[in-house]
């Protein structure tokens, strides 16, 4: 990671690019999540479905939803991470999760993981994604609250325990209002449910023996750190 960049500047994803698939490298994280997101995916309900994936980054999610039936497109700002997620059967192109480049309800599903809290205007990336989910179509979102324990758990510790967020790669002021968020979404008539997500600890213990690829996560009550919700657009 370089150490001059400014915090969340897109770059670093760039500069990491060919670590996406090290399980145990910077991104070791998110390949926890997007195992964690698959189970909210619902099988394809038709011939030519289509999954959206919001800053998909290098395609994470890809074997985990590859046997539900969808056509599955992505769309990320870092051209690394297109070039990565296109070997890994990700349709990606690169784009703004502001000005999403697909037509009105033309995807099944959109997932958007990780992306909210690196972006200025949340409303606009959850407009788009609304915008473009067909009516009935699920979102799957995670993202990182805007707390104390937010703050503390992603960045004052998260960026120095193994697995954690690379240095730097998260701007802490812009971690997420829920209650806004689900504001948001609802305006769009998609009623979207959170709860809190937090790392298997003996999993954890013995990823860092070496022992396993993947570290389940764990629901949790609160959504004061890391959270993640699913939601239906309304017919």
């Not at 033309?106 to 990336?125: I, W, Y």
């Not at 305006?187 to 993947?214: K, M, N």
Request: hydrophobic share 45%; charged share 20%.
């Amino acid at each position: 990671m370089s150490l001059t960049r400014p915090r969340n500047d897109p770059g670093q994803y760039d500069d990491l690019a060919d670590t996406w698939w090290d399980h145990s490298g910077p991104f070791a994280a998110l390949h926890w999540l997007a195992a964690s997101r698959a189970p909210l995916v619902p099988p394809a309900s038709r011939p030519g479905a289509v999954l959206l994936d919001v800053a998909c980054g290098g395609g994470l999610l890809a074997p985990h939803v590859a046997g539900l039936g969808y056509r599955h497109l992505g769309v990320d700002i870092g051209a690394g991470a297109v070039r990565v997620a296109s070997e890994h059967g990700v349709t990606a192109v690169r784009g703004d999760v502001a000005a999403l480049p697909l037509a009105d309800a033309s995807a099944d599903v959109v997932v958007a993981g990780e992306v909210l809290e690196h972006v200025a205007e949340p409303e606009r990336v959850v407009a788009e994604v609304c915008r473009v989910l067909v009516p009935g179509g699920t979102v799957v979102i995670d993202s990182i609250a805007d707390t104390w324990w937010g703050r503390f758990s992603m960045v004052t510790v998260g960026e120095r325990i193994p697995g954690g967020p690379p240095p730097g790669v998260h701007d802490p002021a812009l971690f997420v209002d829920r209650t806004a968020l689900r504001a948001a979404f609802a305006h769009h008539g998609v009623d979207v449910q959170l709860w809190g997500l937090r790392p298997s600890a003996p999993a954890y213990l013995r990823w860092l023996r070496g022992h396993g690829d993947e570290v389940p996560f764990v629901r949790v009550r609160s959504t004061a750190g890391l959270f993640q919700g699913v939601g239906r657009k309304a017919q």
